[in-house]
Nanobody, 122 residues
């Protein structure tokens, strides 16, 4: 599977961005897909995930109520709509696919995209 993330950029605090992740290959036999982020000097952390079977969604507490994960099966695309952005949201955002198992740690996901940089200025 190949995952291609895009949509990052520079935005002022309070603004919005929409990230995209186009999947090719076996992605839609995946169990779930998700977004993670890694800020400079920090470990990669879970942001949001969506289960492919029932479209149930899960969010990190830090983004709950501000970010929305969604998918378009026909377009093989995963989205992350980010509203009310804060400087603390500045990071490289990665999309990922989980083919088996459960959980939302980085170790639970099997395939990763290359990342897209989001910078939020104060």
């Amino acid at each position: 599977v190949q995952l291609q993330a895009s949509g990052g950029g520079l935005v002022q605090a309070g603004g919005s961005l929409r990230l995209f992740c186009v999947a090719s290959g076996r992605s839609f036999s995946s169990d779930a897909m998700g977004w993670f982020r890694q800020a400079p000097g920090k470990e990669r952390e879970f942001v949001a995930a969506i289960n492919w079977t029932d479209s149930s969604t899960y969010y990190a507490d830090s983004v709950k109520g501000r970010f929305t994960i969604s998918r378009d099966s026909a377009k093989n695309t995963l989205y992350l709509l980010m509203n009310s952005l804060k400087p603390d949201d500045t990071a490289v955002y990665y999309c990922a696919a989980r083919f088996r198992g459960s959980g939302y740690s980085t170790q639970s996901f099997d395939a990763w995209g290359q990342g897209t940089l989001v910078t939020v200025s104060s």
